[in-house]
């Protein structure tokens, strides 16, 4: 949400978002240093809350350096030194979103110092896919990375940007699903539903893409809107789009479910 306006947070509202989970992201482009994640740290955790209470919805937020940006290992270590310190504040659901984009060895290594930055602290883990071509590879590397890792529970994990041709892998291993919503790449509407309709609703959920490129805050309620369209019930619709994200997060002591949710 730090890339959009006040006028999508008012909309969000009044299409019936009841809470914000924003993981820590790429700015659009590679920040030059810690000082620069100190300060999107610093948004995130306390201007963009306030920012979001203007509209009555809670803000929640994840902490790390994102994969687009791991290639720097030296940088990445220092990024990594000043989260426990952000770590404390109460919007905070864990380490995310962590993962790969490329595949490279420099990656693996941040991914690898990241989860162990989780299991010391006992946080929930959000994880970043890779685009395209290199999407399976990299969610097979990733989920034999946590698997390695004796302290990480899958079923506290989310597998965001699953696609058609890896979601089994995730929901096979125990971990859970995420499929982003955007208007063109990633995964559209239409085919989140019927990805759910081949492989159900159990540990996955549907997240609408904000971000500096093109991408609609109101991806989930247009895809509840298709899936009342396609004749589903009022309680599928709400296990999908309201009570599974419940599920994950309230794993995480700082999570409060919202009122008449």
């Known amino acids: ?45 306390q201007h963009e809350p306030r ?13 790390c350096i994102n994969p687009k940006e791991s290639e720097d290992v030296g940088l990445a270590e220092e990024v990594l030194a000043i989260i426990p310190e952000f770590m404390k504040s109460p919007n905070v659901l864990g380490i995310g979103e962590i993962g790969l984009n490329k595949n490279s060895r420099n990656e693996v290594a941040v ?14 883990i959000l994880v970043h896919t890779p685009h395209l071509e290199d999407k399976r590879k990299g969610t097979r590397l990733i989920l034999d990375i946590l698997k390695a890792d004796s302290r990480i529970k899958p079923e506290r994990c989310i597998i965001d940007h699953v696609e058609e041709h890896t979601v089994s892998m995730v929901l096979d291993d125990g971990f859970w699903a995420g499929m982003t919503l955007y208007p063109e ?3 559209t509407s239409n085919r989140a539903i019927d990805i759910l309709e081949v492989y159900g609703t159990e540990r996955i959920w549907m997240n609408s893409a904000c971000d500096w490129g093109n991408s609609v805050p109101l991806a989930v309620p247009k895809a509840m ?23 994950f997060m ?11 949710v």
């Not at 920012?51 to 902490?63: C, I, K, N, Q, V």
Request: glycine share 6%; with cysteine; aromatic share 12%.
């Open 185 to 187: 790449t990633k995964c």
């Open 1 to 45: 949400m730090v890339s959009r306006t006040t006028d999508d947070y008012q909309a969000m509202v009044m299409a019936g978002c009841q809470a914000v989970c924003e993981p820590a992201f790429w700015a659009g482009f590679d920040r030059s240093s810690a000082q620069g994640f100190y300060d999107y740290f610093c948004q995130l955790t």
């Open 250 to 260: 309230s794993q995480s002591p700082r999570f409060s479910k919202p009122e008449g």
């Open 225 to 247: 809107q298709e899936m009342k369209r396609r004749g589903k019930n009022a309680s599928y619709v709400d296990q999908v789009a309201y009570q599974n994200p419940i599920a």
């Open 111 to 124: 991914l690898e110092k990241h989860i162990d930055l989780a299991a010391i602290n006992d946080q929930l």
């Open 51 to 63: 920012r979001a209470s203007m509209f009555g919805l809670p803000h929640y937020t994840w902490l």
